[in-house]
């Protein structure tokens, strides 16, 4: 028992609880406005580019906050912003060339 290594608690940093509630009360709001959305629009076009834009900014809260890439080098943010533009080119790409495939067959 005499080999323990006591410990040492710090005080609360307020400035990152402030920002940490701030950031969980937007992603809060913003959730809450895609289920008003989800249950006050019909499908369509329309409330499909909202929910992506909505997704994308909640997307940018986590990654930048939670994540901290938003204090990370400039370098560090390029080496995972560019294979994420990739990725959403791949996936557009493949939206659209499958919406032909179907068109051509029915």
């Known amino acids: 028992m005499a080999d323990q290594i006591p410990i040492t608690v710090l005080p609360i940093n307020k400035k990152k609880v402030k920002q940490l509630v701030t ?3 937007y ?3 913003i959730t809450s406005l895609e289920f008003v959305i989800a249950f006050t629009m019909e499908s369509g076009p329309l409330r499909t580019s909202i929910f992506i834009g909505l997704t994308i900014f909640k997307a940018y ?3 930048s ?3 901290h890439l938003k204090y990370e080098v400039k370098m ?3 080496a995972v912003m560019i ?3 990739f990725i959403v080119w791949l996936i557009i790409a493949l939206i659209y060339e499958g919406g032909a495939v179907y068109e ?3």
């Open 83 to 85: 294979p994420l533009m």
């Open 61 to 63: 809260y986590i990654v």
């Open 27 to 29: 992603l809060l709001i």
């Open 104 to 106: 051509v067959r029915y």
């Open 65 to 67: 906050e939670f994540m």
């Open 23 to 25: 950031v969980a009360v």
């Open 76 to 78: 560090l943010i390029w």
